[in-house]
């Protein structure tokens, strides 16, 4: 599949600029096999995303190495270039000007989270760069007209509870929820996944108690969760990244308001958040896109290979950069090469029409790159988090009530 090639030495080098990984690239005139293949990237490593943008640094560099000890793409190795956002959106934009302007890397792969992604894909599109993401799964992504532009994940953000809603809404009379409280972070993609929920249980009778949008700095839940314990709703739901998820899940046990189903997307699926919770995750519902027990064929070389590189095994924001270099991989193997110019639109055109597989499964895309699946959905089932649904893929079988926490 890959052409034979002499090496170079894979580098990881941290500067005084926030670099935080592989410099590098060829001669401006242009690239020999010799020179390395650099892919420029901007990471919320710092501020609000920090804590998800760590989890997808640590995939690309996954990818990365994997891809270097195979021989590199192309049988050219692969740098990082990867500079810190602080989770600002007028620095990711900064950041990729940088990128692709100044320091001419070959290839760009997109930041965390949708407040990050569709500033910088504007840039990209500027430059007529493809742009694979691995975190921006609101619908705005979508409706920019972006041709560039496209989801490394099974879903976007409106179809993250589509299993669970089927599930709720058929359940007898007597037993689905009727009441729902809903406490969003005022961000694109977390209001999305609850949103996306809300708008399917409520045109399945489930009555909204609660609709509280919080700013992303927020670290005081303490007013939204006593108006979400007043209403006692049958079930909670938190459209939130992971310390606001972890906040506001604390200040609703604090009050001993015991939900008969409580779902919150991206927190529960950190590996440090049963510890950040006290350990009461009883039940806890979240949507992935990812578990290290899927069948496809390159995911159990991933979790061998990241958890050697980096001694733990990966979760679903490391999967989200491993799965957005598999993509780009894929294109740039078809199309042969990987610089930007012309290279640039084969790359796109080829991904347009083509499926990938991958280590969340087989994706493709829609014309606006926005992809054609669903998330599973994830529950704490006694000390450890299980896929629940759909039915084909359950690990566990979803417990509903769910228990005290």
Not at 4 to 26: D, E, I, Q
Not at 58 to 78: I, M, P, S
Not at 140 to 165: C, I, M, R
Not at 219 to 229: C, E, M, V
């Amino acid at each position: 599949m890959r052409s034979p090639a002499r090496r170079t030495t894979w580098a990881v080098a941290l500067s005084a600029t926030l670099l935080l990984a592989a410099c590098g690239g060829g001669d401006e005139e242009g690239q020999s096999s010799d020179d390395p293949i650099v892919v420029g990237i901007s990471l919320p490593l710092t501020g609000d995303f920090s804590e998800p943008g760590k989890g997808v640094q640590e995939g690309y560099e996954a990818w990365a190495k994997t891809t270097n000890d195979k021989g590199g793409l192309l049988g050219r190795q692969v740098e990082l270039k990867i500079l810190d956002d602080q989770s600002n959106a007028d620095r990711v934009v900064a950041d990729y000007e940088q990128l692709i302007g100044s320091d001419q890397v070959d290839l760009v792969v997109g930041p965390f989270s949708t407040r990050l992604v569709v500033p910088s894909a504007r840039v990209a599109q500027e430059y007529n760069m493809l742009f694979v993401e691995p975190a921006g799964a609101a619908a705005e992504v979508f409706n920019q007209g972006f041709k560039n532009l496209f989801y490394a994940a099974p879903a976007v953000a409106d179809d993250h509870y589509n299993h669970l809603a089927e599930y709720l809404l058929a359940l007898p009379a007597g037993q689905k929820p009727t009441t729902v409280a809903y406490a969003a972070m005022d961000d694109p993609f977390a209001q999305g996944t609850a949103y996306g929920l809300k708008k399917k249980l409520e045109a399945g009778g489930v009555k909204t108690v609660v609709d509280e949008v919080y700013p992303p700095n927020t670290t005081d839940f303490g007013s939204i969760a006593a108006k979400i314990a007043s209403a006692k709703p049958d079930m909670v739901v938190g459209g939130s990244q992971y310390q606001d998820g972890v906040n506001l899940i604390v200040a609703l046990q604090q009050l001993n308001y015991q939900p008969k189903l409580a779902a919150f997307s991206t927190a529960p699926t950190s590996p440090e958040f049963a510890k950040a919770i006290g350990n009461k995750t009883a039940g806890i519902l979240s949507p992935t896109g990812y578990s290290q027990d899927a069948p496809y064929p390159s995911n159990k070389e991933f979790v061998e290979k990241f958890t050697a590189q980096f001694g733990k095994a990966p979760e679903e924001d490391q999967a989200n950069g491993y799965t957005t270099g598999q993509v780009v991989a894929a294109a740039v193997e078809a199309a042969g090469c990987a610089e930007q110019g012309e290279c640039q639109q084969k790359l796109i055109d080829w991904l347009h029409g083509n499926q990938v597989e991958t280590v969340v499964g087989p994706l493709s895309w829609d014309a606006t790159g926005k992809p054609q699946g669903a998330h599973m959905i994830q529950q704490w089932v006694g000390n450890d988090i299980k896929i629940v649904l759909p039915a084909e893929a359950k690990e566990a079988d979803l417990v509903y009530p769910k228990p005290a926490w």
